[in-house]
């Protein structure tokens, strides 16, 4: 206890920034782009005496043409203080506690304003922060905030946004800047070395010289984010509408090696990279036209190549083919879970996808009748075309099965092919004349 005493008595203040007030007039976001949820929860708190406004990537994301996905709030009001002012709310976390507001179909993020990560913030021996509950005020919220362009701060009742740092001078810049020393900021969550990409392709930006350079120096830090952070950062990263860029842009800092382990071989292979890169705009075209995106489908175009190239070495060792896959599939998964921690369901659906893709190659007897009954079909279906776009298998098998789905019955049976019976074999006869299947020797 004293030593955290002595700590915020001689720990460095934080430079105060002035900053400017922004009215609606230059910004032009009008509270009603706000959701309603997000609006009503601002105005209890305001209500209740505390400061509220709408934060980060929502505001940023406005500012930018964008419709936002969620709308997180900070305010003033500590965790608990928020939990008894909103009855459909819970205080989740442990690194960082937030609360959780449901309003309606919508779930806001509540945080409270945080001091700066010299004041009493766990870390480990790499300086990442563990975990960081040190209540501050809203200017020391903003200093610990990330980039530029996410420490701005509108407030729904007089429609203005407090912009600390310049944030929307940079984004009209199309500047991504880093608050702070760069490398410290690096150290304390290291997964900010992924969202500098993840921002920069989404919003077109130029990282600022200083943030960019030591992205590719620190990129072992990644190394120790837990799986689960990891994976829920590559899935906003591949998700984000601008996977190509973003995965572009990862190779060009450095920071693929080891996020999707064997990645790199995947992608130096002709088929592979092709196949990849198809995939990839593939999923930006559903995004960006509001369709649904299945990250099983992804992660499965993904690591597909990893799983030909060990069934191929399973079938040269002599294994049968249906278990030689099911084993490679498992080998592929299990190297990827040491890095990225896969769900379950997210596992399942990869293994749905590709355990469906020789059973598509099989066309003989009533067998594709069978297959489109599967549940998985649709998603295998689809990969089945991604692998004919790539050249990996025939174009002709691809426009087989999309005449079978436009097909009536009738001519789906006409288009199904006749099963070859496996051939007969000779009864040999038992010396005396007897027929060995006559266990008896006949009369």
């Known amino acids: 206890m004293i030593r955290k005493l002595l700590r915020r008595v001689f720990s460095?203040?934080?430079?105060?920034?002035?900053?400017?007030?922004?009215?609606v007039e230059k910004h032009r976001i009008r509270r009603e782009s706000i959701s309603p949820g997000a609006r009503q929860t601002v105005a209890r708190l305001q209500e209740h005496g505390h400061a509220a406004f709408v934060v980060g990537g929502a505001v940023r994301d406005l500012l930018a043409g964008i419709e936002p996905k969620d709308f997180d709030i900070a305010t003033d009001a500590t965790p608990e203080q928020v939990r008894g002012i909103f009855r459909r709310s819970r205080i989740i976390g442990r690194r960082f506690r937030i609360v959780h507001v449901m309003s309606g179909s919508e779930t806001m993020e509540v945080s409270t304003f945080r001091a700066g990560n010299d004041v009493d913030s766990e870390t480990d021996e790499h300086g990442r922060v563990l975990r960081d509950n040190v209540f501050g005020n809203v200017e020391e919220d903003a200093a610990r905030r990330d980039f530029t362009i996410n420490a701005?701060?509108?407030?729904?009742?007089?429609?203005?946004?407090?912009?600390?740092?310049?944030?929307?001078?940079?984004?009209?810049?199309?500047?991504?800047?880093?608050i702070g020393d760069p490398r410290k900021r690096y150290r304390e969550d290291p997964v900010r070395l992924l969202r500098a990409v993840r921002m920069a392709a989404k919003l077109g930006?130029?990282?600022?010289?200083?943030?960019?350079?030591p992205i590719r120096e620190m990129a072992d830090l990644l190394e120790n984010v837990p799986a689960a952070r990891l994976f829920d950062e590559m899935l906003k990263?591949?998700?984000?509408?601008?996977?190509?860029?973003?995965?572009?842009?990862?190779?060009?800092?450095?920071?693929?090696?080891?996020?999707?382990?064997?990645?790199?071989?995947?992608?130096?292979?002709?088929?592979?990279?092709?196949?990849?890169?198809?995939?990839?705009?593939?999923?930006?075209?559903?995004?960006?036209?509001?369709?649904?995106?299945?990250?099983?489908?992804?992660?499965?175009?993904?690591?597909?190549?990893e799983a030909l190239a060990a069934w191929e070495a399973r079938k040269q060792n002599n294994e049968p083919p249906?278990?030689?896959?099911?084993?490679?599939?498992?080998?592929v998964l299990d190297i990827q879970g040491g890095?990225?921690?896969?769900?379950?369901?997210?596992?399942a659906?990869?293994?749905?996808?590709?355990?469906?893709q020789p059973r598509l190659e099989n066309r003989a007897g009533r067998r594709p009748l069978?297959?489109?009954?599967?549940?998985?079909?649709?998603?295998?279906?689809?990969?089945?075309?991604?692998?004919?776009?790539?050249g990996e298998v025939a174009q002709e098998l691809a426009d087989w099965w999309r005449a079978f789905l436009d097909a009536d019955t009738e001519a789906r049976l006409a288009m199904l092919t006749p099963e070859k019976k496996p051939a007969r074999r000779k009864r040999r006869r038992r010396k005396g004349g007897g027929d060995s299947a006559d266990p008896e020797g006949g009369g």
């Open 349 to 356: 659906d990869i293994k749905d996808i590709w355990i469906l």
């Open 237 to 305: 990263l591949l998700l984000s509408g601008h996977a190509v860029e973003c995965l572009r842009q990862l190779r060009e800092e450095g920071l693929h090696h080891g996020l999707l382990p064997l990645l790199d071989v995947i992608m130096e292979q002709p088929l592979g990279e092709r196949f990849v890169w198809l995939s990839l705009a593939s999923t930006d075209a559903r995004v960006k036209a509001g369709k649904r995106t299945s990250p099983g489908f992804l992660f499965a175009t993904l690591l597909w190549h």
């Open 205 to 213: 930006l130029t990282i600022d010289p200083a943030a960019r350079t």
């Open 152 to 178: 701005l701060y509108y407030n729904p009742a007089d429609e203005t946004i407090t912009d600390y740092h310049h944030g929307v001078a940079d984004l009209q810049q199309k500047t991504l800047r880093i």
């Open 370 to 390: 069978r297959l489109v009954e599967q549940p998985r079909f649709k998603a295998g279906y689809d990969f089945l075309l991604l692998r004919a776009e790539s």
């Open 322 to 331: 249906i278990p030689a896959l099911h084993a490679a599939m498992d080998e």
């Open 339 to 347: 890095k990225l921690a896969i769900t379950r369901r997210i596992a």
């Open 12 to 23: 460095k203040a934080p430079p105060v920034h002035e900053p400017a007030l922004i009215p």
